[in-house]
């Protein structure tokens, strides 16, 4: 295994911290602790960079305290965000940049969070795999409570002085371990812990569960794990109890982190494991339940009746979340769900041009316009029933939604594979 000896000197290039600015600029986020948002840093962005460059050559750069920021979960908790500055999300890019090859040797090819060139869609494929071609149907399904939150800083650090042994670059690491964050205009210390939004968090959580994944693999289990959602696959009840006990004893005594019991439980494929927004089944995938009323939420407040936007407007907001949904989850048998969810937001819209219309004649002149001969019945414009009304289906037909470009979740090909097979069976 090669270690690095000197790696500092190449942070030390305006081009590279330029090229990590690029990609702080296209993840967007917001500003940290000092209030300096991307678009101020980029109004004077080479005397920036510049200043970065004399700090880190001189080792006069120290990193702000890290903005804390509360996400609601969807259980009713909330997610602790720490959330830099934009010249500090600069230096970890750049830094992550120069870290993540070195380090990409070395992980589990069951690893799958945060990794270049791979994907949830990977996970999920690999998952199946184990439970359709291997025949591990015995699943435990691990959940860590707050992981990025627990991480052990002499841990982290001596994890990565195992490949990387510059100084240097350590002590950068270390300064934005304990850079501290700012809680109601306090500074708060950080003993523990790094901040879940930070531009190498991802990395060093990644450098630190890969001690896990070995650690299973040299006890032959079957893993896949995305950053701190785990599975371990098995053949038996039994072999998958033993498994929980040595997967949570490796957790919690080596790596001082904490396994969420409540949650942590032993699954079979027969009910389905449920698994980054989807349930593996031993022979189907579908949709969780609770992400596709997410889903609904997102659309119904997209469509109300009440916003009084043009329906290509309306259209043109709703596409993206479509599409987005669309391409994620048809890795899974959802080709009936999906029919049902177009055909529920095509009612949506009717209802809501419906509502746009106002009275029976703009409708009735449409159903003229189409061929239609009255008479016709009289339906009332801003009630829900009426969307399900034939005069409506008749005037605003599947057809016309696509003329006006909605994306058509019936069009998305369902139960796509996304497989490396070549690569996996090094597992």
Known sequence: MRVYYSLYGHLLSKERLYNGFKKVKKAKGAAGTDMQSLSDFALNLSNNLDQLLHELKTRQYRPQPVKRVEIPKDDGGVRLLGVPSVRDRVVQQTLN?????????????????????????????KATMFIRRYGLRHVVDMDLSKCFDKLDHEFILTSMRKRVTDSSVLELIKQFLKSGVMENGHWCETEIGSPQ????????????????????????????RYADDILIFCRSRSGAENALRQATKVLEKDLKLTVNQSKSHIAHSDEGVKFLGVEIGSQYTRIQPKKVQKFK??????????GGKPLCRVIKE???????????????????????????????LRSLQLKLWKKPKRLHRRLKQLGYKPPFSHIRMACWRSSASPLASYAMPNQWFNERGLVNLEHVKTGYVFSNYAEWKRA
């Open 97 to 125: 940049d120069l870290l993540t090859p070195i380090f990409e040797e070395q992980f589990h090819p069951s690893s799958f969070g945060y990794r270049p060139q791979r994907s949830c869609h990977d996970a999920i494929n």
């Open 318 to 348: 709703l596409n993206p979340v479509v599409r987005g949904f669309g391409q994620y989850f048809r890795i899974a048998n959802a080709s009936r769900e999906f029919r049902k969810i177009a055909a529920w937001l095509r009612r949506r």
């Open 297 to 306: 939420a997102k659309l119904k407040a997209l469509t109300k009746r009440n």
């Open 197 to 224: 939004g930070g531009v190498i968090s991802p990395l060093i959580a990644n450098i630190y569960l890969d001690a896990f994944d070995q650690e299973m693999r040299r006890r032959g289990h079957r893993i896949v």
